[in-house]
């Protein structure tokens, strides 16, 4: 089975701090993503990463930033964390051999920006 | 503009009944259409994928149908138990060499006893 994990459950962080979110996949996918979740919104795009060391910005980009140096981890960074960034980040991951482009989802990080 | 639209956004339904969740897409061209079920505070888990040629498929208690031609589909769910309690997320992928895919807003259901 593939899996997904990320570095914490349920994150508190203060205004400013910087953040780092941690994704690990398994499976040795190529493609890496972080999503962010907010009610009535779904799920957006943050960024995406094809291979290591390389990165592409998604649909809502402002306020982070990736680090790809290893294929199996991929992670997101709050420069100065604000409390709009307060949600669920989602991280996924597929093959680049996938015919059906299933994304494998880690259990999310509750992050709350006080 | 890729687009996938869910209906209803909330549901409540009695334990042991039938229900449907809708999806319509945009998206061009299509590859395939996954249904993911995401329980509270969890990340998502894939349900049912669907290509081109599919027109029905089931996991369980969950059966999705896709009408390619008039870009729509189906999750019913029979026979409802409280654990279905969860979100339902819709998720069309464009093929292509794309790997983004575009996700619905999902349904919230809700199975009381």
């Known amino acids: 089975d593939v899996k997904v994990t990320q570095s914490s459950r349920y994150l508190v962080k203060r205004t400013g701090e910087k953040v780092f979110l941690e994704c690990v996949q398994d499976m040795d996918h190529e493609n890496m993503f972080w999503y962010r979740q907010d009610p009535g919104l779904g799920l957006r795009l943050i960024y995406f990463?094809?291979?290591?060391?390389?990165?592409e910005k998604g649909d809502i980009p402002e306020g982070y930033s990736v680090s790809r140096e290893k294929k199996e981890r991929f992670s997101l960074i709050l420069e100065s964390a604000s409390t709009n960034q307060t949600s669920m980040y989602l991280c996924?991951?597929?093959?680049?051999?996938?015919?059906?482009?299933?994304?494998?989802f880690g259990p999310g990080t509750r992050l709350t920006v006080t | 503009k890729n687009q996938v639209e869910q209906s209803p956004q909330s549901l409540i339904i009695l334990e042991g009944k039938n229900c449907t969740l809708q999806c319509n897409y945009t998206v061009s061209p299509f590859s395939n259409l996954r249904w993911y079920k995401q329980d509270t505070g969890r990340g998502p888990v894939s349900l049912t994928i669907?290509?081109?040629?599919?027109n029905t498929k089931s996991n369980g208690r969950y059966t999705a149908t896709l009408d390619a031609d008039t870009k729509q589909s189906s999750l019913h769910i029979t026979a409802s138990q409280l654990s279905d309690s969860a979100s339902y997320i819709c998720?069309?992928?464009?093929?292509?060499?794309?790997?983004?895919?575009?996700f619905g807003r999902g349904t919230s259901l809700i199975v009381h006893p």
């Open positions: 990463s094809y291979d290591v060391k390389m990165k």
């Open positions: 998720v069309v992928s464009a093929g292509g060499g794309s790997y983004i895919p575009t």
């Open positions: 669907m290509t081109f040629s599919e």
């Open positions: 996924a991951s597929i093959p680049r051999t996938s015919g059906s482009y299933e994304q494998y």
